[in-house]
């Protein structure tokens, strides 16, 4: 008998998907740079930037029906425009994110097989992983989980390890870091600012199951639970972790700029178990990937819900009848994500326009944030839902969460914007910056009138 169509995501799947999505071990050198002041920020950010944002997520997703997630939520509250330039925000800003990590990962893999650095042998492996990744969507989302899985358990078992590393040297009494004497309270200045901007990035990604209510089973009630999880897996692992890499590494030794990969040869080579860190790293790419995955498989719902509203050809709001899976939008994303992966190897010019792309992104990751929050506190404009579901405490709760959650996220950004005291050209770095996030928001405007005038054609069409 054929089934009545592709099968949806339960608790677990679900869970799993949000925590490879969200979840960054990545982050834990950036966090141990700046020693035990992190380890509070970490708590600090779950209630009052994870929690909002979740929060928001559930209540809208369950008053706002469809898959368009934030692009839909800001839509129905401010109206067309503003829906659009919050997906158009946040499409882009995932862009030289899949194209970093594709190079990266391509990066690892050449530098375990070659002894040196091999530009050519790298572009193929990133074009290799992207077009796997493209294809690998095309058979839908109950596919592709088990590749999010798979990363999701890689993130774990790096956790793991630096976990009974740190334990080990604190069997011996050599812990690298004194915790009892360290202090607890960030210092006002830019490394802090730094730290609170990446753990709130660290923090983002609630919003991805907004996008999935329609393919989750259980509904909103699963993305509730879905998120509480995660919220408990994010705090443990991303405080447990700094400590870790703390107690196995001092401060000095830790920084923004080494990257996981040569941390974890620091780590396991400080412990005297050097062979332990190809295993670490491999488990770290294969978090990487399954991560890649996870958000190469939201971003594909904005041009699918581009398609719904006619801002793209009617192909986009298609489905496939068997998969679920948006195909014109995979292959548009897909396209894109090469395009970008070239163009960052393609010489100097192109290199510079790929360092626009990056610092572009610095600012339009968190605009998306911020109208997520400005829309759910704007309850108001919202339709009537018998049955949506309201978080514990009610619309009061709900409006202090919002107002935190607007709040972190204001600072947060602003932080991005603070100048280093290394830099040069301070003022040229935040032009640059600045410049970049406007110019996109006036390519949003422009492709939005030129999306409004696609609708104008279709409804006089049907009429």
Same mark, same amino acid.
């Given at each position: ?7 949806? +995501? ?97 990066? +690892?893999?050449?530098?375990?097989? @070659? ?9 193929? *492996?990133? *074009? ?7 294809? %690998?969507?095309? %058979? ?9 899985? %798979?990363?999701?358990? &890689? ?5 793991? +390890? ?10 011996? !009494? ?20 730094? *730290?609170?901007? =990446? ?8 919003? =991805? ?8 089973? !259980? ?14 897996? $994010? @705090? ?9 890499? *703390?107690?196995? +590494?001092?401060?000095?030794?830790? =920084?923004?700029?080494?990257? $996981?990969?040569? #941390? ?21 790419? $294969?978090?990487?990937? !399954? ?8 971003? =594909? ?39 970008? @992966? ?45 049955? #949506? ?12 969460? !919002?107002?935190? &959650? ?7 950004? $602003? ?31 422009? %492709? ?16």
């Amino acid at each position: 008998m054929a089934e009545a169509g592709p099968k949806r +995501l339960g608790l677990i799947d679900a869970t799993l998907f949000a925590s490879v999505a969200m979840l960054g071990i990545r982050w834990l050198p950036v966090a141990g740079a700046s020693g035990a002041s992190a380890l509070p920020l970490w708590g600090l950010a779950l209630l009052t930037f994870y929690l909002p944002l979740s929060v928001a997520t559930a209540e809208m997703a369950s008053r706002f029906p469809g898959e368009g997630g934030l692009y839909l939520w800001v839509r129905e509250t401010y109206g067309p425009m503003a829906g659009f330039l919050c997906g158009w925000f946040y499409w882009i800003s995932l862009m030289p994110y899949f194209a970093g990590t594709v190079y990266f990962l391509a990066g +690892l893999v050449v530098g375990f097989f @070659v002894a040196t650095h091999n530009t050519a042998l790298s572009l193929l *492996l990133s *074009l290799a992983i992207t077009a796997g990744a493209t294809a %690998f969507q095309l %058979f839908g989302l109950r596919t592709g989980k088990w590749l999010t899985n %798979f990363g999701a358990a &890689g993130s774990w078992a790096v956790f793991a +390890l630096l976990a009974a590393a740190a334990i080990m040297l604190a069997g011996r !009494g050599a812990v690298a870091t004194d915790f009892a004497s360290s202090s607890y309270i960030p210092t006002a200045n830019f490394d802090s600012a730094i *730290l609170w901007g =990446t753990i709130i990035f660290a923090m983002c990604g609630s919003e =991805t199951l907004g996008f999935l209510r329609d393919e989750i089973e !259980g509904g909103i009630k699963t993305v509730v639970r879905a998120l509480t999880a995660v919220g408990i897996i $994010l @705090v443990v692992v991303y405080a447990a972790g700094t400590a870790a890499m *703390l107690a196995i +590494l001092p401060q000095a030794d830790l =920084t923004r700029l080494s990257g $996981l990969p040569d #941390a974890i040869h620091a780590a396991f080579n400080h412990v005297g178990l050097p062979s332990l860190a190809s295993v670490a790293i491999a488990l770290f790419a $294969l978090s990487l990937l !399954g991560g890649f995955t996870a958000w190469f498989g939201i971003g =594909t719902r904005l041009p699918m819900e581009a398609g719904i509203d006619n801002f793209l050809p009617p192909a986009f709001a298609r489905k496939d009848e068997k998969t679920g899976a948006p195909v014109a939008s995979i292959l548009l994303q897909g396209g894109l994500v090469f395009f970008v @992966v070239i163009l960052s190897q393609a010489g100097e010019g192109a290199a510079a326009a790929y360092d626009f792309l990056v610092a572009m992104s610095v600012l339009t990751v968190t605009i998306p944030s911020l109208l997520v929050f400005i829309a759910y506190l704007a309850p108001r404009r919202w339709r009537d839902a018998a049955d #949506a579901w309201v978080p514990p405490g009610g619309a009061r709760i709900g409006r202090v969460l !919002g107002l935190a &959650g607007l709040v972190s996220t204001v600072i947060a950004t $602003l932080c991005c914007l603070v100048p280093s005291g290394s830099d040069p050209h301070p003022l040229a770095t935040f032009l640059k910056i600045a410049i970049a996030t406007v110019g996109a928001g006036v390519m949003g405007v422009v %492709f939005y009138h030129l999306g409004a005038r696609r609708q104008a054609r279709a409804a006089a069409e049907i009429a």
